[in-house]
């Protein structure tokens, strides 16, 4: 989380991650443009890393005690919401390099 923080504090200072790149690969769009959508991606990544991150904590700590740590059916039916939330976070993460 830290070098994703470091790092999207960049896009700020340098007119984006792999600006260069992203120019090549963007034809016809203008530097404000493929800026902004890196600055989206790369918010939207962050959020559902975060959201994984602070509910995969939540997860282990509501099981402590717990007979064979035997999760609830709302942790069931978040988890279940949280999978495809990381495979979509990876996916934009994917974009950003």
Not at 9 to 26: C, F, P, S, V, W
Not at 39 to 61: C, D, E, K, P, R
Not at 77 to 83: G, Q
Request: no cysteine; glycine share 14%.
């Amino acid at each position: 989380m830290t070098s994703g923080i470091s790092e999207f504090a960049e896009l700020y200072k340098r007119n984006g991650i792999n600006h260069q790149d992203k120019k090549l690969t963007n034809p016809g769009k203008s530097g404000d443009e493929i800026i902004d959508k890196a600055v989206n991606v790369g918010m939207w990544h962050g959020i559902l890393n975060t959201a994984s991150f602070v509910y995969s904590g939540y997860a282990v700590w509501s099981r402590i005690g717990k007979e064979f740590w035997r999760p609830t059916g709302r942790q069931v039916w978040i988890s279940a919401l949280m999978v495809p939330a990381v495979g979509v976070s990876a996916a934009l993460g994917g974009e950003l390099g």
